[in-house]
């Protein structure tokens, strides 16, 4: 249904970027819902223009706050670098208690592969029967040959 249109009233076409008050109470009592929206919404690109352009910090503050900014960006940067080196240095030390701890397994292995092959040699090895007898050693010789490499191997990789 057509409504009314006042005498008065501006179309919407015509009013200014920058409405004043009265024009907006205008355009919004107006003849249709969308020249209100359209005034509504010019004001608020006003409101918007006008705290844009507020006064800002002086250069001073601006300054001073990014001499702070760059002094805690330092600090930062120092406290980085710090706790990048106690992480190196523990890991350095995880590293050594590591070859440490695998010097002594293989010590141990070690003696213990050539107590297996004394304890061959001292058993079977002294028999009377001459292939056992012969049989034994070898088998402790070859225990004892094959800890020696693979233990000297083991070592040179922990080094």
Do not use: C
């Not at 205008?26 to 352009?53: F, N």
């Not at 702070?68 to 208690?97: F, G, P, V, Y």
């Not at 003696?111 to 029967?129: F, N, Y």
């Amino acid at each position: 249904m057509p409504q009314a249109k006042r005498a008065d009233a501006k179309p919407a076409s015509s009013a200014k970027t920058t409405p004043g008050r009265a024009q907006t109470k205008r355009a919004s009592a107006g003849a249709s819902p969308g020249a209100a929206r359209t005034a509504g919404s010019t004001t608020s690109q006003a409101r918007r223009t006008s705290s844009s352009t507020r006064a800002r910090p002086s250069t001073a503050k601006a300054s001073a706050t990014e001499s702070a900014t760059a002094k805690a960006a330092a600090l930062t940067d120092a406290a980085q670098e710090a706790t990048a080196e106690r992480l190196r240095k523990l890991n350095e030390r995880i590293i050594e208690a590591g070859k440490h701890t695998g010097q002594m397994t293989l010590s141990s292995y070690e003696k213990t592969l050539k107590a297996i092959a004394g304890a061959v040699e001292r058993g079977p090895g002294s028999s009377d029967i001459d292939w056992i007898s012969h049989l034994a050693t070898s088998q402790a010789k070859f225990i004892r040959e094959f800890t020696e490499a693979w233990t000297s191997a083991a070592r040179g990789m922990l080094k």
